[in-house]
Structure formats: structure tokens, C-alpha cells
């Protein structure tokens, strides 16, 4: 019964490559988002959709791109992986204020 | 832009050893302010919302207040298992985005 669930949990990938990470949420929410959990553990918003419409869109580089094909999904495509990517990236989703996250993906680019 | 400070960055308590946690923050309108438990390796689970100065919520062995510049999480009589790091986080009024604090890490020894 995850409430929501990302795939993969971990990534390993090499500099250059294009990777994507999946999101799904059962909550019936309207709103996801997309955090990154750096080495510090800081979360820091980056994306959000409300209804399949991009509502939060941070100083993130143009290499990411969210889509969201309904509701319940949000998925992350990044281009041209770069070292600074490895990072944590969490997906949560929220009705009214409370956000649920996912239990997160662990992207390492070598 | 809003921001939130946590103090101390790390606690180490007895089991029974009650403290607090600390969270200052600073924001336009405040429309909630959020506490999250995070364990290693997982996502942050809610805990808390609270609305507004002299509100209090309380689970188990944590309770939140909240004034105008800060809030706090009281742990009572701690026990093993609620060590980990506990995440502070504001939203503004009719933004959808949480901006969090960099977490109070609580190891609690038996």
C-alpha cells in the first residue's frame, strides 16, 4: 500500500548519459513535487505540477525536465548527467499543505 | 525569500533525557509550518502542521509549538527509537512550495 513510490531506488550512471526517474502517487492528490537531497541533507524544492500543470518551476538547469502524464504520476528526465547531479531526489505529493513523500533516488553519476 | 534555521544541527540525549529542538524561520505569510521525521535512507515523514502562534500538537513523545519567529519540538522521555533527524519547514500563504530547514539529527543512547 506505498502511498508513493519512486523507481529506481538507486542510480549509478556515467557522465554524459540521459537518465529518467518515476513517480507515482495512490493518495488521489492533485499537486506533486520533485526535491533534491543534497550531501548535506538540505531538500530543495525543484519542480511541481498541479493537475498536470508545471505551477513551480525553481532555478534548476534546463538539462531536467519534469512531465507529468496524469495525476498520479511525475516523472524526472535529466540530459547530460553531471557529477554535481548525485544527489537524493524525492517525489511527494500534497491535497491541501501536508506533502507525503516518496522514499526517494539515490542518483550517483561517476 | 523564506528561510528557516535549526539548532542545534546535532543532539545526543539519554534515553529518558527530555530536550527541544528548535526552528527560527522567516517568511512573507505564513500558511503552515511542517515537521518531519527522516530516517537514513528514507523519505521525510510527516509529523506535524501547525497554523498559528500559540497552537500546539502533540504524538507520542513529541509535541510542536509554534510563535510569530520560531517553533520548537519537545522530545519527553526519549527512547532509542526516535533517533533521527527531524526536519523543519514553512510554507507561504498561496505558495504550494515547502522551504526547509538543514535538520536537528537526534541520537538518543539507551
Known amino acids: 500500500d506505498t502511498a508513493v513510490s519512486q523507481t529506481p531506488k538507486y542510480l549509478v550512471t556515467q557522465m554524459g548519459n540521459d537518465k529518467s526517474i518515476k513517480c507515482e502517487q495512490n493518495?488521489?492528490?492533485?499537486?506533486m513535487y520533485w526535491y533534491k537531497q543534497d550531501s548535506k541533507k538540505f531538500l530543495k524544492i525543484m519542480f511541481s505540477?498541479?493537475?498536470?500543470?508545471?505551477?513551480i518551476n525553481e532555478t534548476v538547469p534546463n538539462r531536467f525536465s519534469p512531465k507529468s502524464p496524469d495525476k498520479a504520476h511525475l516523472n524526472l528526465h535529466i540530459n547530460s548527467l553531471e557529477l554535481g547531479d548525485s544527489a537524493v531526489y524525492f517525489c511527494?505529493?500534497?491535497?491541501?499543505?501536508?506533502?507525503?513523500f516518496g522514499p526517494g533516488t539515490r542518483l550517483t553519476v561517476l | 525569500e523564506d528561510q528557516v534555521t535549526q539548532s542545534p544541527e546535532a543532539l545526543r540525549l539519554q534515553e529518558g533525557e527530555s530536550s527541544s529542538l528548535n526552528c527560527s524561520y522567516t517568511?512573507?505569510?505564513?500558511?503552515?509550518l511542517f515537521w518531519y521525521r527522516q530516517d537514513p535512507g528514507k523519505g521525510p515523514e510527516f509529523l506535524f502542521t501547525?497554523?498559528?502562534a500559540g497552537e500546539e500538537k502533540e504524538k507520542e513523545r513529541l509535541k510542536a509549538t509554534l510563535t510569530k519567529k520560531e517553533s520548537f519540538l519537545h522530545i519527553t522521555a526519549p527512547k532509542p527509537e526516535d533517533s533521527a533527524t527531524y526536519l523543519c519547514?514553512?510554507?507561504?500563504?498561496?505558495?504550494?512550495?515547502?522551504?526547509f530547514g538543514a535538520g536537528t539529527t537526534v541520537t538518543v543512547r539507551a
Open positions: 511527494a505529493s500534497s491535497l491541501r499543505g501536508e506533502q507525503f
Open positions: 493518495l488521489g492528490h492533485d499537486t
Open positions: 505540477y498541479n493537475n498536470k500543470e508545471l505551477i
Open positions: 517568511v512573507s505569510g505564513l500558511r503552515g
Open positions: 501547525l497554523y498559528s
Open positions: 519547514a514553512v510554507q507561504a500563504t498561496g505558495d504550494y512550495k515547502l522551504s
